[in-house]
């Protein structure tokens, strides 16, 4: 039997919303996250979009005036965020879909790294301060100044100030390897918002009993300018894996044909796959 949809006419305005905006000549980062609150949270609309874009400038109200300097910017967004505000993480986040949802971090003060570093990012660009997120390997942080000046913040942490060092320890103890420079480059809005939507698919992957989860997470994914091919793959199995035979069947064989090419045994066995749910319906 199909599993409903659990899309509301809402929910699909919002996901058009997001479509444009992911299009926009300047993504806004923290609407992007805020529109995919849109998708976990029903109940989540426009009141709760401004209340949370308005407590993004408070914040950066609070921020002393005339501060200059990267390390200047750290300590002060430190002493905000951190110390005052009480921002930052602990390994039971990890189980949560509420830490990878920018409305439920600025209520809970508590979220993955990523959605930390967006909260430090937003307060911290109102306030006029050079910053970017740096999408270190399996542990996002957040940096002020120039390349040749950069000094590196962990929101998780509390806003502690990393050391070369310490950026170093998180890259080995995330892949076993060195720090390269390139990995300390500003990462991208849309690059950011694809890392969250790819948390929420791992956290969903794991709990079959939230494939509907799994599911807009990758539909937003797929409305990103740019995302991976594969995430089309992943979409047609989803469909099949909910009941939904026919379409997943479809998207199996346009995903074959994208693949058959440069793959053409992976392609020839996509295509069983698609026979078999359509198989399904009989």
Do not use: K
């Amino acid at each position: 039997m199909r599993e409903e949809s659990p899309d509301t006419p809402e929910q699909a305005d919002w996901r058009r919303e997001f479509a444009d905006e992911a299009r926009a000549e300047r993504p806004d980062l923290a609407q992007l996250c805020l529109l995919i609150g849109t998708q976990a949270d029903p109940g989540f609309g426009q009141a709760g979009i401004d209340a949370a874009q308005i407590e993004l400038d408070r914040l950066a109200g609070l921020l002393p005036f005339g501060v200059s300097g990267a390390r200047s910017w750290a300590v002060a967004l430190g002493e905000l965020l951190g110390t005052a505000g009480g921002f930052r993480g602990a390994p039971g986040d990890y189980q949560r879909l509420g830490s990878s949802l920018l409305h439920q971090v600025l209520r809970r003060r508590r979220g993955l790294p990523i959605l930390l570093s967006v909260v430090w990012i937003e307060v911290a660009r109102r306030a006029g301060a050079p910053v970017y997120g740096v999408a270190l390997p399996g542990h996002f942080v957040v940096g002020f100044g120039a390349p040749d000046d950069l000094v590196l913040v962990d929101p998780f942490d509390g806003g502690r100030l990393l050391t070369g060092q310490d950026a170093g320890l998180l890259v080995a103890g995330a892949t076993g390897a060195p720090l390269e420079p390139s990995m300390l480059a500003p990462a991208e809005p849309l690059d950011i918002v694809l890392r969250i939507l790819n948390n929420i698919r791992a956290w969903a992957a794991t709990r079959p009993e939230r494939s509907d989860v799994q599911l807009w997470a990758v539909e937003l994914s797929l409305l990103l300018p740019s995302h991976p091919a594969r995430l089309r793959y992943e979409h047609a199995q989803l469909l099949v894996q909910r009941g939904d035979f026919l379409r997943g069947a479809a998207e199996l064989e346009d995903y074959a044909d994208v693949v058959a090419e440069v793959e053409p045994a992976t392609a020839e066995v996509i295509r069983g796959r698609a026979r078999s749910a359509r198989a399904m319906l009989n």
